[in-house]
């Protein structure tokens, strides 16, 4: 697999529903990538990327931005709400938004700074324990909150539990946007990403498919 590959099985799947070539965002995961990986995706061109980890973006994408000006940086992984602030300085988007407290720190820190980046409310849509994310029942009730709290949404995320159709969990995310007047849908990810496409994603976040799998994470 590769970028190219990546980008033509996207630009299918988009003309396959009757979508508009380019309304698919290709988010490319890097998290734990080897940073020549990294580099040569960003030489092919490539300019949006995921990360899971604000230690490890902050450690990699200050030197990388500098040499390849115009990253747009996602972050896609849990985020702990003492490193809200950090997160902030680096992303432009952050996919994982789940808790009333994180919530009133953005607020807060967005408030202040006067910007604010692309937010994302991620859904657990499997009702999994071990999983991030508001329960579908309580996305309704937490996305009035973020808005009273004078966020901006750009839409939902959802992780669907592994070894699972993905596409009831896709389909029950795109319902709860359109209730809510959200037009973001970041879903789909290696495995399943045509699937999301199909169901309305509007940012799939692709790793081990571009770059290759990870050693660990
Ligand atoms: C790691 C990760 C991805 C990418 O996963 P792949 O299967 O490698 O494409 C996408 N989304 C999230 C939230 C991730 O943590």
């Known amino acids: 697999m590769s970028l190219t590959d990546i980008q033509t099985r996207i630009a299918a799947a988009e003309a396959a529903a009757g979508r508009a070539p380019g309304s698919v965002r290709l988010i490319a995961v890097s998290k734990v990538q080897p940073l020549d990986r990294v580099t040569a995706v960003l030489e092919a061109g490539h300019r949006r990327f995921g990360e899971n980890y604000v230690q490890e973006a902050a450690g990699k994408w200050p ?77 309704d009730g937490f996305i009035a909150a973020c808005r009273g709290m004078d966020l901006t949404l750009a839409g939902l995320m959802c992780i669907p539990p592994e070894d699972t159709d993905p596409a009831p969990h896709f389909a029950l995310l795109a319902r709860i946007a359109e209730r809510n007047g959200l037009t973001g849908l970041s879903m789909g990810m290696s495995s399943d990403f045509e699937t999301a496409i199909a169901h309305g994603a509007t940012h799939v976040r692709v790793g081990s498919a571009i770059f290759g799998a990870r050693a660990y994470g």
Do not use: W, Y
């Not at 990253?71 to 808790?99: C, S, W, Y």
């Not at 604010?116 to 329960?135: H, I, R, S, W, Y």
């Open 63 to 139: 030197d990388l931005r500098a040499r390849f000006p115009g990253v747009e940086l996602h972050m896609i992984g849990p985020l702990q709400t003492n490193k809200a602030k950090p997160a902030l300085d680096l992303f432009d988007a952050i996919h994982t938004l789940d808790r009333p407290s994180l919530a009133e720190r953005l607020s807060r820190l967005v408030q202040a700074r006067g910007a604010c980046p692309e937010l994302f409310v991620q859904v657990n849509t499997g009702m999994e324990p071990q999983k991030a994310g508001v329960l579908p029942d309580a996305a």
